[in-house]
């Protein structure tokens, strides 16, 4: 699946390169994460920011499939058999509070709510798509609380309409300022909200049902 035949505008408004983003890792492997208290999301904000403006960029960027150590950080992504969900289904793109959020391609607005709690998506919209003759929705979290005023279930939106904005913590599930981004061809009745971490006894499911954003945002390196 490439959908080299498809045009997407810009998520962010401009296209990500290797100019304005820089990966960021949050797996076990980055043993940096061990001197953040990644409970304290101003601390965990300095950390991510810190690294995006040191280096120059306007974003930080990635996360899809990376089984990360962050989400210990709160209950939301524990199980009920004991089993924490860490592996990231969507991509993270982490910039300042405020920065405009587009819609990719033409669609419509399928649900939104706030999921409110610490850890969580916040503001969220789910838009629905048809792609080469396929339903397909796209998730938008960690948004601005007031995105979600006057919004309205099936109201059409053309690709590069101005969807919403990164949202500020606490508002946004308390988390460093980031999209959450994510694509999903089956909702599976859910409405305002979609799992957007598995657990590793899962993951073969999501896999195929939430393919690689990067597909619609096209960022070089990812």
Request: a negative charge; aromatic letters at 12%.
């Amino acid at each position: 699946m490439i959908w080299t035949n498809l045009d997407f505008f810009p998520v962010m408004g401009e296209t990500l390169t290797a100019e304005n983003t820089m990966k960021l890792d949050f797996s076990a492997e980055n043993k940096e994460l061990l001197n953040v208290d990644l409970g304290n999301t101003t601390s965990f904000d300095t950390y991510v920011f810190d690294q995006i403006k040191r280096n120059g960029k306007k974003y930080g960027i990635g996360g899809y499939l990376e089984n990360r150590a962050i989400y210990k950080r709160s209950e939301v992504f524990s199980t009920e058999d004991s089993e924490f969900r860490n592996i990231h289904m969507g991509i993270d793109i982490w910039t300042e509070a405020g920065a405009p959020v587009y819609a990719p391609l033409a669609g419509k607005v399928h649900s939104f709510q706030d999921n409110a709690g610490f850890g969580n998506y916040g503001a969220t919209i789910i838009l629905e798509h048809e792609v080469e003759g396929n339903p397909l929705f796209s998730l938008y979290g960690h948004l601005f609380l007031s995105d979600l005023d006057g919004l309205e279930v099936g109201k059409e939106v053309k690709a590069g309409d101005l969807l919403c904005h990164v949202g500020p913590f606490p508002e946004n599930g308390d988390w460093p300022p980031h999209l959450h981004f994510q694509m999903m061809w089956d909702l599976q009745g859910n409405v305002g909200d979609y799992p957007g971490v598995a657990a590793k006894k899962d993951l073969e499911f999501y896999k195929t049902n939430c393919p690689d954003p990067n597909l619609v945002l096209r960022c070089e390196g990812l």
